[in-house]
């Protein structure tokens, strides 16, 4: 395969022409009903919204055409050169002598669980020829203390594990600065320009050895690029509502990936995980400005994605999309409601991009990529918008009488009917929505194996079947949910940005009351108001009110793990990873079952923060960790002052953030170990309640 060249393709031209001529073709047929007697304000409401969400829902429509013709063909969409095109490439590659750090930030994330995915990645890893060059950093920018001593102890095990074959490094920031961004600058401050490529994981990312062998030699053999995104596939999740994301995403997501990378080529986009990066452009090239202003369209810039990816295009570097490599993985939410509150904070983010949209030099495909970020929230209000205004038209039109006779005419003004264009484009509306799905359900009929994975041809149809009508089902809610975000966000509320529910966790009946009541009122309300007044219009929009007005029964019910297992034995919403899961997630999955409910390091009895003071393995492990920055005067004092307290009173007087302090500082973790191997003598004190002591 050969490099992309800079300039503009003609693929690029021809897709935004099909966009273009489909979007006009139905803004001319719901012209001709709409104008039949003018057109009014409400209409020509209607007639803009329209246009604009038809274009949208048609982007992603012709994307997926392109994807499947190609999957047809037996091609894909990248076309960087790889070691498999010569064996010159694969000399070359072979010799490159590329560093490659694996940076993962986390941020109050369950321990355990990191190091698990973590030592599944690595064992993977070392299988290939590539783990002499690659080393794991661990970023941590979490607040709560037990977690932060845990990530200490699990960097410990995993550090002893890998001895001698990865050099695996950990650091914790007390302050979370920037969020995720502020941490990956700082990685990139401090050891950058050690290495070559930086490949950014997310806490519940999985790569395996081979993607990311492959990406580090496609990077070597692609000088121009500066960044390569894998799709991450979702496993692992158990509830019904995840089970039908990951199906979803098995099927359907193959052939919009090729489609996006056809018509792309170098300038796609960067999802902020699983992803390769060339760290010398992006340290020269992406340092994040800070917005001017107050949240939540000022301050840090929370998707940084986008931005990112959009910086590197301005400097003239190319950004791919591997849609042909496997091997890439991530975890979805387990509920429609954690699913809700992600979406959340991704709304704000994608939001900003307004702020960055126009700014000076950014190539026109950056600019997209942007405007689609803040068009996937926008859409939701103008979907909602749309309905509002049809209801609105459809409720004047119910009050107003025809007129058969006007002034002037001899003949009767007879009433036109257009039953048959309205028809007509509802049909091509629809097809546009579910088209997609059958495209990637035939397209698992091009290879045997993958049919059969995902259940077979029946099974699999049962489940895309299934899929769709959890999909016209849940669309409102999230309308809803997202029209309320964008809402909130205009209105000057910021999101508080916490971790994520990466569990398998079940929705609660008053959760699901208390998240979904206002979505069943309004479905209730619209209803009566619909079948009252424009009793025409009902049948039109009980499709939209049918899944909020379910949306309590649906949230719980979609959330239940049993479910989701029962259909699983039933052969449906099975995908390749469950029916023949690659190595690293049969890995992965066999230490997750070890992983015991409220596990502690070793068993031990007491609170990791107290272990940390006594126990003299885990306090010199802390110590060795902590950077040694002297501390102002004032600042010692009031340490100080927490170090006495916490003599007198004992750990719960001290708060989450005082822990924190004296953690974060060597001089009292060394002067509270002294202490408590000083007063062993006196006697064992329950700990949490007096001094803290050690134990014999």
Known sequence: M?????????????????????????????????AAEGFSVLELGILGLFGLLFAWITTAFWTAALGFALHLMGRRGQALRDVSDDRRALTQARQAESRTALVMPIYNENPQRVLAGLQAILESLAESDRRASCDLFILSDSTDPEIWLAEEL????????????????????????ARKSGNIADFCQSWGYLYDYMVVLDADSIMSGHCLATLIQRMDLNPQVGLIQVPPTPVLRESLFARSQQFAASVYGPVYATGLSYWFEGGANYWGHNAIIRLAPFMAHCGLPRLGGREPFGGEILSHDFVEAALLGRAGWEVWLADDLAGSFEEPPPTLIDHAKRDRRWCQGNLQHLRVLFAEGLRPLGRLHLAMGVMSYLSSV???????????????????????????????????????????????????????????????????????????????????????????????????????????ILAGRSVRWASQQRDDGETSWPEATAAHLGHTLLALTAGWLSFTYMPDFFPWLTPVLAGPLLAIPLSRLTSRGDLGRQLRAWGLFVTPCESDPPRVLRDLQRRIEKIASGDREGGAEGSLFERSIADPFANALHLTLLSREPRAKSERLRLDALVARLQERGITSLSDAERCDLL???????????????????GPVRLGEGPVTARR
């Open 154 to 177: 699990a960097w410990s095990r995993l550090n002893r594990q890998f001895a001698g074959t990865f050099s695996v490094y950990y650091r914790h920031r007390p302050k979370n600065h």
């Open 2 to 34: 050969t490099a992309t060249p800079r300039r503009p393709r003609l693929r690029r031209i021809v897709f935004a022409l099909l966009v273009a001529a489909s979007t006009t073709a139905a803004l001319l047929v719901l012209g001709t009903i709409l």
């Open 382 to 488: 103008f979907w909602l918008l749309l309905l509002v205004l049809s209801a609105l038209e459809a409720l004047r039109r119910s009050r107003t009488e025809h007129s058969y006779f006007i002034e002037g005419n001899l003949f009767p003004n007879w009433p036109v009917s257009y039953a048959f264009e309205a028809a007509t484009l509802l049909t091509i509306t629809l097809s546009i929505l579910t088209l997609p799905k059958l495209f990637g359900y035939v397209a698992l009929f091009l290879d045997e194996g993958r049919l059969a994975a995902h259940g077979g041809g029946l099974k699999a149809g049962l489940s895309l079947l299934l899929e769709s009508l959890f999909s016209v089902l849940l669309a409102p809610i999230l309308m809803l949910f997202q029209a309320r975000f964008v809402l909130s």
């Open 664 to 682: 974060s500082d060597a001089q009292s973790m060394t002067s509270l170990h002294a202490l408590a191997w000083r007063a062993m003598d006196e």
